[in-house]
């Protein structure tokens, strides 16, 4: 059987780029490769569906299961006229906000996750839109790990992170384990 190969680049990151390549080389030894991993990760090809969906700070951009499977199948229920995938980093800003001081917050357990949305809804002169943010709460310390976040127009795919329990702000601790 073939042997896999792998092609290491030392690279120079700047906004999360490679700006200036220092050297590059093919290896196969993987604990030679595994001392290159040193630092954090900016490109994973299985992160490439979620791409525009990673903002500095949630899991998403880390690779976790839960967050990739989530984010997926919130694109496969997206209408056709929803904000496009694109411009989501573009309305980053609102994610603090929504988390601050949202219109709603529901609770969702499935069998091994207990999912919190924080919802907020923003109407503003030139477009109204809802800003969704996926959080799962760890229950031994209360907190909440952001897994990710979008806008969206679609209120049909609001409805869908209205389910399980109503909280009010005031019962839920905000602060976040990431």
């Not at 906000?97 to 924080?118: G, R, T």
Request: hydrophobic content about 35%.
């Amino acid at each position: 059987p073939k042997e896999k190969c792998y092609y290491v680049a030392y690279c120079y990151i700047f906004n999360r780029s490679a700006t200036f390549i220092f050297t590059h080389f093919p290896i196969k030894n993987l604990q030679t490769l595994e001392r290159f991993k040193t630092k954090e990760r900016i490109y994973d090809p299985s992160l490439k569906d979620v791409r525009f969906g990673i903002l500095e700070g949630d899991c998403l951009g880390e690779g976790d299961e839960l967050s990739v499977g989530l984010y997926k199948a919130m694109v496969s229920l997206r209408s056709e006229a929803d904000i496009p995938e694109h411009d989501f980093s573009s309305y980053s800003f609102f994610r603090e906000d929504a988390i601050e001081a949202p219109d709603e917050i529901w609770k969702n357990q499935d069998s091994k996750n207990k999912l919190v949305f924080f919802i907020k809804e923003y109407a503003l002169e030139e477009e109204s839109f809802y800003y969704i943010v996926v959080t799962t709460e760890d229950e031994d310390s209360g907190s909440f790990a952001l897994l990710f976040s979008f806008p969206t127009n679609d209120e049909s795919l609001v409805l869908r992170f209205k389910e399980g329990e109503s909280l009010e702000a005031d019962e839920v601790i905000q602060e976040s384990s990431h």
